[in-house]
């Protein structure tokens, strides 16, 4: 008799063990479809799953979105669409994807997402330092979700960014003020450490149709 409940007892916790998961398994899917996000990213994939591919007129690396957090992409397609960002290609691309399209295409080309704490390369300008890393971390991992990572993102493009923030091209609150703060020469030096560290982000892999 005692070893029979046992068995049940075993049994009992084997099964909130397994709905425990599914339950987490679920969550984890409610918030993006990666599988659905590969349909809808094709096209995406014209400028973010070539390497090196650039923006004319003027002329920077299109930036690179493998390892990226999923919130920050969801939340830049968000600000394209919005017009808090002025760019007429993504406005038009995320234009046409609802507020579940950005969750699941953002899940398929993100990927795996960098993990933190790796140790930084270089020393670091004193501004990053200073200003930067407390959000964007020494190494250019964002600390959470809602922060990007910059960590081996294209050079021009992080400068670009950044000038595009001082401007008020890019609006955002966060970054006007400390964008604002920075020289010309600090961009510069700023872009390029960043798009030095590792582990880098980088450019979406183009499914193989052979
Ligand atoms: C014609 C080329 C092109 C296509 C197609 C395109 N993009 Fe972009 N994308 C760009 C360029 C160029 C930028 C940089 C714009 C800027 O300077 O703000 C960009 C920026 C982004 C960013 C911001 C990245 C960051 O680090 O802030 C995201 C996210 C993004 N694109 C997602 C998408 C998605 C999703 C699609 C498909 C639905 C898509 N893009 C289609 C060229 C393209
Ligand atoms: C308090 C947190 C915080 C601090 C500090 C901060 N950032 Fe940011 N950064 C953000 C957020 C949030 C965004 C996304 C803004 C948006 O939606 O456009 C961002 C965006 C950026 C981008 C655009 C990335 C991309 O992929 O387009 C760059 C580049 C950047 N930050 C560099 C810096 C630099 C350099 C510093 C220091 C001078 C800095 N940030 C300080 C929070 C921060």
Known sequence: MPSMSFQWARLAA??????????????????GDAARGKQLGYTCLGCHGIENYKNVYP???VPK???????YIVAALKSYR?????????????SSLSDQDMEDVAAYLAGAVLPAGAPARGAAPQKVSELCSACHGANGV????????????????????????QKGDRKNPIMAQF??????????????????QSPPLKTVERPSFK
Do not use: F
């Open 59 to 61: 002329t920077y690396n």
């Open 65 to 71: 979105l493998a390892g990226q957090h999923v919130e």
């Open 179 to 196: 964008a604002g703060q920075l020289s010309a020469a600090d961009v510069k030096a700023i872009a390029d450490y960043y798009a030095g």
């Open 14 to 31: 084997v099964a909130v063990a397994v709905a425990l998961a599914l339950t987490l398994a679920g969550t984890a899917q409610a918030a």
């Open 142 to 165: 964002g600390i959470t979700g809602d922060y990007p990572t910059l960590a081996g993102q294209h050079a021009d493009y992080l400068a670009r960014a950044l000038v595009e923030y």
């Open 82 to 94: 919005g017009k808090q960002r002025s760019h007429a290609t993504m406005y038009a691309q995320a």
